[in-house]
Structures are given as structure tokens and as C-alpha cells.
């Protein structure tokens, strides 16, 4: 999937502006509370039809880093 | 009139106020985002227990004469930062059944100690049989899940998550070890044990 097309969906989900999703920013600042981001990866999942484990987010700390994870799972289909 | 709450009486059941509250927006989240089946029935019966849960407290801790603290942090949030984000459902569920184990033993702990007042122990009774539950529906929805995921994998996160645990919560007694010891202090420590608390599972 298109980097942007990711970045549109989170900001979907997390209600926010996309040009706040810049690759460098870390994901805890976007949220109060940290569940709201097991949330949004559940859903990005169901949304794209791909299953990630915790191995794959332990690197994950900002915004670029989610995207890249989750691109390339979908590449990998 | 019950006797009053002590300020770390006071701040330990607001803990638990605290974290049943996380605990029901956590589950609530993931209940509205789940499709539709028996997880979700059950992630939605759970998360309108640790609702019921946190008005437990409250109205415990109210009719003790006090109100509850506003505290920043719950077990969940600690739980979090030491293990990472759970990635899928499974991982959620495997780290659900690990830190509901952990808090049925602690409040089962706490309810033993001697002179521990009517209203705290009558809250601990209404809330443990709904934790019991709570393992009890996590693991067979584990269970379910070996087709997808895998047993060995399962088991895996299950084995992680308990070391995650451990690492919490020795922080946590840590942390609140001067708590820990005026609780016990308070009233007779005669429970079982008399070591720290809370105990491990």
C-alpha cells in the first residue's frame, strides 16, 4: 500500500491532521493513552488483511517506523 | 460510621479504581473494534465488569467517607511500556490472561488480611468471581486461536508476558514497598504469609 494511503488511515483513526504524521514524530506523542495504539494496529490489520506479531513492532517507536513495518507486510502478500 | 480510610488506604484502593478503569476503556476500544463473535461477546461482557468494577470502588471508597485519588498510572500502563505494543488480538488476549492472574492474587491477598473493613471486603467478593471469569473466557479464546496462530506461538507469548510480569511487578513493589508495608501494618497483619505485598501469584 502507498505510503500516504497509511498515513491517511491513521490520521483517520486518530483523528488528527496528516501533516502531523511526519516520519520522525513518535507514536506515544500522537496519543494520551497508549492502548489507543493497540487499537489502531488491530485495526490497521483488518483493514489491510495482514497479521503482524510483536516481534515485528519491537523496532516500531515512530510514525515512519509503523509505516515501514506495515509496508512491508503488505508487499509481502 | 465505617472506620476512615488511612491516606495510603485511601490511594491503594484508588489504584484499583484506577485500573479497572483502564481496563474498561481498553477493552471497550477493543470490543468496538472487533467483527463480530464469541471474543467479542465476551471482550464486551469483560469490559462491563471492569466498569461495574471501578464503580465498586468507588462507591466503596465513598462510603468510607473518602473520595477516590486522581492517579496518572495504572498496572496496564506499566505493563505496556515493559513488554512493548501487543501486535494482534492473540497477543492482547495472552497479555490479558498473565495480568488477570496477577490481579485475582492480589485482591484475594488483600481480602485476607485481618480487620480489613466490611466495605473493602464485601467489594473484593463482588469483583473476584468476575476475574475468575475473565481467565477463564481469555484462555479458551486462546485456545480457539492455535488454528490461526499456532500453539507453540501461543505459548510463547503466554511465556513472555509472565516474565514481563515479574519484571513489573518487582518494580512495583519497589516502588511502593513504604505503601506495601503501612497496609500491612494498619490492620493486624495476620495475612497469610506476612510477606510483602502484593505477593506474587
Not at chain 2, 471508597?61 to 494482534?88: F, V
Request: charged share 30%; net charge negative.
Amino acid at each position: 500500500m502507498a505510503v500516504a494511503g497509511l498515513k491517511a488511515r491513521m490520521a483517520a483513526f486518530l483523528k488528527l491532521p496528516e501533516e502531523k504524521l511526519k516520519d520522525d514524530v513518535l507514536l506515544t506523542d500522537l496519543v494520551t493513552e497508549s492502548f489507543i495504539l493497540v487499537e489502531m494496529v488491530i485495526e490497521l490489520q483488518d483493514d489491510l488483511g495482514i497479521q503482524l506479531m510483536q516481534d515485528d513492532l519491537k523496532p516500531v517507536r515512530t510514525v515512519g517506523d509503523l509505516v515501514r513495518v506495515i509496508d512491508s507486510k503488505g508487499s509481502s502478500r | 460510621m465505617p472506620d476512615p480510610l488511612t491516606e495510603n488506604e485511601q490511594w491503594i484502593l484508588s489504584f484499583y479504581r484506577t485500573s479497572e478503569i483502564n481496563g474498561a476503556l481498553f477493552f471497550g476500544r477493543l470490543a468496538r473494534a472487533m467483527k463480530p463473535g464469541p471474543i467479542q461477546r465476551d471482550m464486551t461482557k469483560h469490559f462491563a465488569d471492569e466498569s461495574q468494577h471501578a464503580w465498586y470502588w468507588t462507591e466503596c471508597i465513598n462510603r468510607m467517607g473518602a473520595e477516590p485519588l486522581k492517579l496518572s498510572q495504572a498496572y496496564q500502563d506499566k505493563y505496556l511500556e515493559a513488554a512493548g505494543i501487543p501486535a494482534n488480538i492473540m497477543e492482547v488476549l495472552a497479555l490479558t490472561q498473565t495480568f488477570e492472574k496477577r490481579v485475582i492474587a492480589q485482591y484475594a491477598r488483600h481480602s485476607r488480611i485481618v480487620d480489613l473493613q466490611p466495605e473493602v471486603l464485601d467489594t473484593f467478593n463482588k469483583i473476584i468471581d468476575d476475574e475468575k471469569w475473565h481467565i477463564e473466557w481469555v484462555g479458551k479464546a486462546l485456545k480457539s486461536m492455535e488454528g490461526e496462530y499456532g500453539r507453540d506461538t501461543i505459548a510463547e507469548s503466554l511465556e513472555r508476558y509472565r516474565k514481563v510480569d515479574e519484571e513489573v511487578y518487582g518494580a512495583i513493589l519497589k516502588e511502593h514497598e513504604q505503601r506495601v508495608a503501612e497496609l500491612m501494618r494498619g490492620r493486624g497483619n495476620h495475612a497469610e504469609g506476612k510477606g510483602p505485598w502484593p505477593w506474587p501469584v
